[in-house]
């Protein structure tokens, strides 16, 4: 089992800055791949970014390519995402996921366990 925390969350203007981090235990952190999902309003959960268990590579949707960065620290057992030059279509429900082998994937069935969420609010 593993279980998943988000936090960061808010409310921020157009073209600001947020970043979200994402708490695992259960299990060998370092042991899977983790993805950020994000679900608006009367819409799907749709994938943002994804990164390796080493960390060594990133996806990113083009989206959100060039303003989002995934990252992890296999040491304190968490992913983030820091989400910069945010825009109103960015408002969405946040999710970190675990996919329980290395290779990171886009899409949402491959991951084998989700937080939470946290929400994000972009006013314009």
């Known amino acids: 089992q593993v279980q998943l925390v988000e936090s960061g969350g808010g409310l921020v203007q157009a073209g600001g800055s947020l970043t979200l981090s994402c708490a695992a235990s259960g299990r060998t952190f370092s042991g899977y791949a983790m993805g950020w999902f994000r679900q608006a309003p009367g819409k799907g959960r749709e994938f943002a970014a994804a990164i390796t268990r080493s960390g060594s590579t990133r996806y990113y949707a083009e989206s959100v390519r060039g303003r989002f960065t995934i990252s992890r620290d296999n040491a304190k057992n968490t992913a983030s995402l820091q989400m910069n030059s945010l825009k109103p279509e960015d408002t969405a429900v946040y999710y970190c996921?675990?996919?329980?082998?290395?290779?990171?994937?886009?899409?949402?069935?491959?991951?084998?366990?989700w937080g939470q969420g946290t929400q994000v609010t972009v006013s314009s």
């Open positions: 996921a675990a996919r329980l082998i290395s290779v990171p994937s886009s899409a949402r069935s491959d991951y084998d366990y």
